[in-house]
């Protein structure tokens, strides 16, 4: 006999909503791909878009405090909302190298780590939260990883503070920005600018701009640990703990998702095309050839490593409340029982 799943009624969860950044996600492919309304409707549950949202919604992509709420994201929000007390959990972990790099201007000396020394960098103005100033915690910690290859420090630089988006926002009136610091590295203001993404490599190819330090080619990972490296998967904690088999449904079609895009390179790169907003060639330029076959997450020991290396330099450098323990954020049950389900299903 089969037992119907508990009721929205008794459990307060009566709508799912599901968010993500402008980058490579298997639930974004999902979401994309119809599969997770699908899976959702099966537990009698509509899905809602953030990103279709009113204001009073979107704002939740920030601060988590929606009851339902799926996210995948940067960790920036994500940490800076649980170091805020936001009841979350940490289901998952992705890496993608996404073309963070320094640039520069052709004749402007800048070539390799070394260079920057000396140098006027350019730093994002706070917005008016912590979660929401991750420009400036990701333009801090990439000229971190940059000037750490040659032995220097962000005290060897001069830091140039440029315009930001104050309140940035993913919601149906989110503004499609410019990458912080390109106008001011145009005009000569500052000599480099950290940048990630297809978007931002349009941006900087269209002002003559070129790769001065390519982050992605450093060596080891910890370099290049910033926002999107590694990007967490959160859930509210009351859908894990009054609808586990929603949380596991939901990584069940992520799983699913990341096996299709191995097989799907051309359909990956037209999906990412719409959710970075960019076009073909910044999408060709920003992911190396075989990313889509690395979409899969987890919670590995190097990952989770990698995340707390993020979160002691977001704590030192004032953008935490407090201090978060990843290792006590992650929930590795649902990621478990959803490699179950399609062991099963599959075999």
Same mark, same amino acid.
């Given at each position: ?34 599969? !997770? ?15 279709? =949202?009113?204001?009073?919604?979107? +704002?939740?992509?920030?601060?988590? +405090?929606?009851?339902?709420?799926? #996210? ?16 979350? #959990? $940490?289901?998952? &972990? ?10 520069? &201007?052709?004749? *402007? ?11 006027? @960098? ?13 420009? /400036? ?11 750490? !290859? ?11 503070? @440029?315009?930001?988006? $104050? ?7 989110? #503004? =499609?920005?410019?990458? %912080? ?8 203001? @500052?000599? =480099? ?6 978007? *931002? ?19 080891? #990972? ?7 490296? %590694? ?6 904690? +009351? ?27 051309? /359909?990956?790169? +037209? ?12 999408? *060709? ?9 690395? &979409? ?45 389900? &399609? =062991?099963?299903?599959?075999?």
């Amino acid at each position: 006999m089969t037992t119907a799943p508990p009721s929205s009624a008794a459990t307060g969860v009566d709508k799912i909503w599901y968010t993500r950044c402008p980058v490579p996600t298997a639930s974004g492919l999902a979401h994309n791909l119809g599969w !997770l309304a699908v899976s959702f409707a099966e537990q009698g549950l509509d899905v809602g878009i953030l990103q279709d =949202a009113p204001p009073e919604i979107a +704002r939740h992509h920030f601060d988590h +405090r929606l009851l339902g709420l799926f #996210r995948e994201g940067g960790n920036v929000p994500a940490l800076a909302a649980r170091s805020e007390g936001a009841p979350t #959990r $940490l289901i998952g &972990l992705t890496w993608i190298d996404e073309a963070q790099s320094v640039l520069a &201007l052709p004749g *402007a000396g800048i070539a390799s780590p070394a260079d920057l020394k000396g140098r006027r @960098v350019a730093v994002p103005a706070h917005a008016d939260s912590p979660a929401r100033s991750f420009p /400036r915690a990701m333009a801090l910690h990439g000229f971190t990883g940059a000037l750490a !290859l040659a032995g220097h420090t962000l005290d060897d630089v001069e830091q140039v503070e @440029v315009a930001a988006d $104050l309140a940035p926002t993913v919601g149906a009136d989110a #503004r =499609a920005a410019s990458w %912080p610091g390109l106008a001011e590295l145009a005009a000569g203001a @500052v000599d =480099a600018v950290y940048v990630k993404g297809a978007r *931002a490599v349009e941006e900087a190819a269209a002002l003559g701009a070129v790769v001065a330090i390519d982050l992605d080619a450093a060596p080891e #990972r910890r370099f290049r640990v910033n926002n999107g490296t %590694p990007r967490p998967i959160t859930v509210h904690e +009351r859908i894990l703990t009054e609808r586990p088999e929603l949380v596991t449904a939901f990584l069940v079609q992520t799983l699913r998702a990341a096996d299709w895009a191995a097989d799907n390179p051309a /359909r990956v790169r +037209r999906i990412l095309a719409a959710e970075t907003r960019s076009g073909a060639q910044g999408v *060709a330029a920003a992911y190396a050839e075989g990313f889509h076959t690395g &979409l899969h997450p987890d919670l590995s020991a190097e990952r989770l490593g990698l995340l707390a290396v993020q979160q002691d330099f977001l704590h030192r450098n004032g953008f935490l409340a407090a201090p978060v323990d990843v290792h006590a954020w992650a929930a590795h049950e649902p990621l478990a029982a959803a490699h179950a389900i &399609l =062991a099963r299903t599959t075999s």
